[in-house]
Protein backbone atom coordinates (compact mmCIF):
# COMPACT_ATOMS: atom_id res chain seq x y z
CA UNK A 1 0.00 0.00 0.00
CA UNK A 2 2.74 2.67 1.46
CA UNK A 3 4.76 1.57 -1.75
CA UNK A 4 2.13 2.18 -4.30
CA UNK A 5 1.44 5.90 -2.92
CA UNK A 6 4.91 6.68 -3.31
CA UNK A 7 4.79 4.87 -6.56
CA UNK A 8 1.58 7.53 -7.52
CA UNK A 9 4.11 10.32 -5.90
CA UNK A 10 7.20 9.97 -7.93
CA UNK A 11 4.59 9.52 -11.16
CA UNK A 12 2.67 13.02 -10.59
CA UNK A 13 6.35 14.71 -9.79
CA UNK A 14 7.97 12.94 -12.99
CA UNK A 15 5.46 14.69 -15.08
CA UNK A 16 5.14 18.01 -13.27
CA UNK A 17 9.07 18.06 -13.91
CA UNK A 18 9.01 16.91 -17.66
CA UNK A 19 6.17 19.88 -18.14
CA UNK A 20 8.24 21.82 -17.16
CA UNK A 21 11.10 21.06 -18.94
CA UNK A 22 9.25 21.68 -22.27
CA UNK A 23 7.57 24.33 -21.37
CA UNK A 24 9.78 26.91 -23.61
CA UNK A 25 9.39 24.59 -26.12
CA UNK A 26 7.82 26.19 -29.49
CA UNK A 27 5.12 23.89 -30.80
CA UNK A 28 5.48 22.37 -34.15
CA UNK A 29 2.90 24.63 -35.92
CA UNK A 30 3.89 27.35 -33.64
CA UNK A 31 7.09 27.80 -35.48
CA UNK A 32 7.25 31.08 -37.09
CA UNK A 33 9.08 30.87 -40.97
CA UNK A 34 10.32 34.62 -41.93
CA UNK A 35 12.29 35.83 -45.20
CA UNK A 36 15.72 35.04 -43.18
CA UNK A 37 14.34 31.96 -41.16
CA UNK A 38 13.43 30.69 -37.76
CA UNK A 39 15.20 33.70 -35.97
CA UNK A 40 14.31 32.15 -32.25
CA UNK A 41 15.48 29.21 -31.14
CA UNK A 42 12.40 26.52 -30.91
CA UNK A 43 14.02 25.39 -27.05
CA UNK A 44 16.23 28.25 -25.65
CA UNK A 45 18.61 25.94 -25.02
CA UNK A 46 21.94 25.91 -26.72
CA UNK A 47 22.23 23.00 -29.36
CA UNK A 48 25.12 20.65 -28.69
CA UNK A 49 26.95 20.26 -31.67
CA UNK A 50 28.45 17.07 -31.03
CA UNK A 51 24.63 15.47 -29.88
CA UNK A 52 23.71 17.09 -33.16
CA UNK A 53 26.14 14.98 -34.92
CA UNK A 54 24.85 11.96 -33.83
CA UNK A 55 21.47 12.78 -34.84
CA UNK A 56 22.91 13.38 -38.00
CA UNK A 57 24.04 10.13 -38.93
CA UNK A 58 21.85 8.00 -37.00
CA UNK A 59 19.73 6.19 -39.41
CA UNK A 60 16.78 6.22 -37.33
CA UNK A 61 17.08 9.90 -36.47
CA UNK A 62 18.18 12.56 -38.83
CA UNK A 63 19.41 10.27 -41.74
CA UNK A 64 20.86 13.20 -43.34
CA UNK A 65 23.84 11.26 -44.98
CA UNK A 66 21.38 9.11 -46.92
CA UNK A 67 20.46 12.13 -49.16
CA UNK A 68 23.80 14.49 -48.46
CA UNK A 69 27.36 14.08 -48.89
CA UNK A 70 29.33 15.39 -45.69
CA UNK A 71 33.25 15.42 -46.00
CA UNK A 72 33.32 15.77 -41.76
CA UNK A 73 31.42 12.47 -41.55
CA UNK A 74 34.30 10.97 -44.19
CA UNK A 75 34.74 7.89 -41.81
CA UNK A 76 30.87 7.31 -42.37
CA UNK A 77 29.57 4.83 -44.69
CA UNK A 78 27.05 5.75 -47.85
CA UNK A 79 26.75 9.29 -48.47
CA UNK A 80 23.87 9.86 -50.75
CA UNK A 81 23.80 12.29 -53.59
CA UNK A 82 19.72 13.40 -53.63
CA UNK A 83 20.88 16.90 -52.21
CA UNK A 84 23.43 19.42 -52.37
CA UNK A 85 26.91 17.81 -50.14
CA UNK A 86 26.87 19.76 -47.25
CA UNK A 87 30.25 21.05 -47.14
CA UNK A 88 30.80 24.55 -45.83
CA UNK A 89 27.24 25.09 -45.53
CA UNK A 90 27.41 27.76 -42.63
CA UNK A 91 29.34 29.55 -45.15
CA UNK A 92 26.34 29.52 -47.60
CA UNK A 93 23.50 29.95 -44.70
CA UNK A 94 22.92 31.51 -41.32
CA UNK A 95 21.98 30.06 -38.23
CA UNK A 96 18.00 30.86 -38.97
CA UNK A 97 17.97 29.88 -41.98
CA UNK A 98 19.79 26.43 -41.21
CA UNK A 99 17.15 26.21 -37.94
CA UNK A 100 14.24 26.81 -40.31
CA UNK A 101 15.90 24.34 -43.35
CA UNK A 102 15.90 21.07 -40.84
CA UNK A 103 12.37 22.12 -39.09
CA UNK A 104 10.82 22.40 -42.26
CA UNK A 105 12.52 22.62 -45.75
CA UNK A 106 9.16 23.25 -47.94
CA UNK A 107 8.96 26.48 -45.71
CA UNK A 108 12.58 27.21 -47.51
CA UNK A 109 12.56 25.23 -50.83
CA UNK A 110 9.17 24.60 -52.92
CA UNK A 111 6.55 21.69 -51.29
CA UNK A 112 7.89 19.41 -54.31
CA UNK A 113 11.12 19.08 -51.83
CA UNK A 114 11.72 15.59 -51.27
CA UNK A 115 13.68 16.65 -48.16
CA UNK A 116 11.28 15.63 -44.75
CA UNK A 117 10.20 18.45 -42.71
CA UNK A 118 12.27 17.45 -39.26
CA UNK A 119 9.48 19.65 -36.68
CA UNK A 120 6.65 19.57 -38.63
CA UNK A 121 3.56 18.03 -38.90
CA UNK A 122 3.26 18.11 -42.54
CA UNK A 123 3.92 14.35 -42.52
CA UNK A 124 2.71 13.69 -45.65
CA UNK A 125 -0.75 11.48 -45.99
CA UNK A 126 -0.07 7.63 -46.15
CA UNK A 127 1.77 7.72 -42.95
CA UNK A 128 1.34 4.93 -40.33
CA UNK A 129 -1.32 6.49 -37.64
CA UNK A 130 1.30 5.90 -35.35
CA UNK A 131 3.04 8.94 -36.50
CA UNK A 132 -0.13 11.14 -36.64
CA UNK A 133 0.33 14.60 -34.46
CA UNK A 134 4.28 12.85 -34.10
CA UNK A 135 7.80 15.04 -35.51
CA UNK A 136 10.40 12.85 -36.75
CA UNK A 137 13.12 15.35 -34.71
CA UNK A 138 12.17 16.49 -31.43
CA UNK A 139 12.52 20.49 -30.76
CA UNK A 140 16.09 19.75 -28.99
CA UNK A 141 16.98 17.48 -31.51
CA UNK A 142 16.65 20.30 -34.07
CA UNK A 143 18.50 22.42 -32.24
CA UNK A 144 21.98 20.29 -32.02
CA UNK A 145 21.81 19.73 -35.53
CA UNK A 146 21.73 23.32 -36.02
CA UNK A 147 24.61 23.63 -34.00
CA UNK A 148 26.08 20.99 -35.67
CA UNK A 149 26.11 22.12 -39.07
CA UNK A 150 27.14 25.89 -37.92
CA UNK A 151 30.73 24.17 -37.79
CA UNK A 152 30.62 22.93 -41.08
CA UNK A 153 32.57 26.06 -42.66
CA UNK A 154 35.46 25.68 -45.50
C1 LIG B 1 15.23 12.41 -48.60
C2 LIG B 1 16.41 13.19 -48.84
C3 LIG B 1 16.90 14.18 -47.81
C4 LIG B 1 17.12 13.95 -46.47
C5 LIG B 1 16.89 12.69 -45.65
C6 LIG B 1 17.68 15.18 -45.95
N1 LIG B 1 17.78 16.11 -46.93
FE1 LIG B 1 18.54 17.99 -46.77
N2 LIG B 1 18.12 18.39 -48.71
C7 LIG B 1 17.60 17.47 -49.61
C8 LIG B 1 17.46 18.12 -50.91
C9 LIG B 1 16.93 17.45 -52.17
C10 LIG B 1 17.92 19.44 -50.74
C11 LIG B 1 17.98 20.57 -51.79
C12 LIG B 1 16.73 21.40 -51.72
C13 LIG B 1 15.77 20.96 -52.77
O1 LIG B 1 16.09 21.14 -53.95
O2 LIG B 1 14.73 20.39 -52.45
C14 LIG B 1 18.34 19.57 -49.35
C15 LIG B 1 18.88 20.73 -48.80
C16 LIG B 1 19.45 20.82 -47.55
C17 LIG B 1 20.18 21.97 -47.04
C18 LIG B 1 20.55 23.23 -47.82
C19 LIG B 1 21.90 22.91 -48.45
C20 LIG B 1 22.49 23.97 -49.30
O3 LIG B 1 23.69 23.94 -49.49
O4 LIG B 1 21.76 24.82 -49.82
C21 LIG B 1 20.56 21.67 -45.77
C22 LIG B 1 21.34 22.54 -44.80
C23 LIG B 1 20.06 20.33 -45.48
N3 LIG B 1 19.39 19.85 -46.57
C24 LIG B 1 20.24 19.69 -44.28
C25 LIG B 1 19.76 18.41 -43.99
C26 LIG B 1 19.91 17.78 -42.68
C27 LIG B 1 20.63 18.37 -41.50
C28 LIG B 1 19.27 16.57 -42.78
C29 LIG B 1 19.05 15.55 -41.67
C30 LIG B 1 18.46 16.05 -40.43
C31 LIG B 1 18.75 16.45 -44.14
N4 LIG B 1 19.07 17.58 -44.83
C32 LIG B 1 18.06 15.35 -44.62
C33 LIG B 1 17.27 16.16 -49.34
C34 LIG B 1 17.32 15.55 -48.09
Avoid at 139 to 147: I, T
Amino acid sequence: MTRRIKFTLGAIAAVVLSTAAFASEVAPDAVEYGDEGVMTSLTGVAGDPAAGAETFKSRKLGNCLACHANPDMAGEQFHGDVGPSLEGVADRWEEPMLRAIVANSKQIFTDETIMPGFYSLEVGKHVRESLVGETILTAQQVEDVVAYLGTLKE
